[in-house]
């Protein structure tokens, strides 16, 4: 009898054991590479990120030009606070008249590759169109992607869990050139 059960344990442990071992070890690895990863963003970024959210009404845009002109100015890179208040009111406006939800704005400045980014994220998953021609001198609207093109480094938009976020990125001083990056046509 004690050899049946010898023969089921080395069994289970062979059959069962030494594969869930395997499974863990392979588990343990990939969690060590994304701490790993997030370790680098995190050391990137030297603790200039700032994430909030955004009232979903008018006053939006304001308390973001706001939020830019503050952090911009602790963060010491007041040369672009005309400049990123300028593209975050157009995104933060577009949001507004075509998406919903709730709106949120991160905002990061990496020394390493010295690159001011922002993100407007909203509830609506439909990407903002860079194919429309620009507005007409007579028109109101139509503006604030071309604006948004011609004036950021890069831009884009990526599908999120709650909508999409919208981005643009800005050169900072010592930056790398950069070649234009226009609308990613894939979320």
């Given at each position: 009898?004690?050899t049946?059960?010898?023969?089921?344990?080395v069994?289970?442990?062979?059959?069962?054991?030494?594969?869930?071992?395997?499974?863990l070890?392979?588990?343990?690895?990939?969690?060590?590479?994304?701490?790993a990863?997030?370790?680098?963003?995190?050391r990137?970024t030297r603790g200039?990120?700032?994430s909030?959210?955004?009232?979903?009404h008018?006053?939006a845009?304001p308390?973001?030009?706001?939020?830019?002109?503050?952090?911009?100015?602790?963060?010491g890179?007041?040369?672009?606070?005309?400049?990123?208040?300028?593209?975050?009111?157009e995104?933060?406006?577009?949001a507004l008249?075509h998406a919903w939800?709730?709106?949120?704005?991160?905002?990061s400045?990496?020394?390493?590759?010295?690159?001011?980014?922002?993100?407007?994220?909203?509830?609506?998953?439909?990407?903002?169109?860079?194919?429309?021609?620009?507005?007409r001198?007579?028109?109101?609207?139509?503006?604030?992607?071309?604006?948004?093109d011609?004036?950021?480094?890069?831009?884009?938009?990526?599908?999120?869990?709650a909508?999409?976020t919208?981005w643009?990125?800005l050169?900072?001083?010592?930056?790398?050139?950069r070649?234009?990056g226009?609308?990613?046509?894939?979320?």
């Open positions: 009898m004690s049946g059960i010898r023969t089921r344990s069994a289970v442990r062979e059959g069962v054991l030494l594969p869930l071992c395997r499974l070890g392979r588990l343990a690895a990939t969690a060590a590479a994304l701490v990863q997030l370790a680098r963003y995190l990137g200039k990120v700032i909030q959210p955004l009232e979903s008018v006053c845009v308390q973001a030009r706001r939020i830019i002109r503050t952090e911009l100015a602790r963060w890179l007041p040369e672009h606070v005309e400049i990123a208040e300028l593209l975050v009111s995104l933060v406006t577009n008249q939800g709730p709106l949120h704005l991160r905002m400045h990496s020394p390493v590759d010295r690159t001011l980014r922002c993100d407007i994220a909203d509830g609506r998953s439909a990407a903002p169109s860079a194919d429309r021609p620009p507005a001198a007579d028109e109101d609207h139509g503006r604030g992607l071309h604006l948004v011609q004036l950021s480094t890069r831009w884009g938009a990526r599908h999120t869990a909508g999409k919208v643009f990125e050169r900072t001083p010592g930056s790398k050139t070649g234009r226009g609308l990613r046509r894939r979320l």
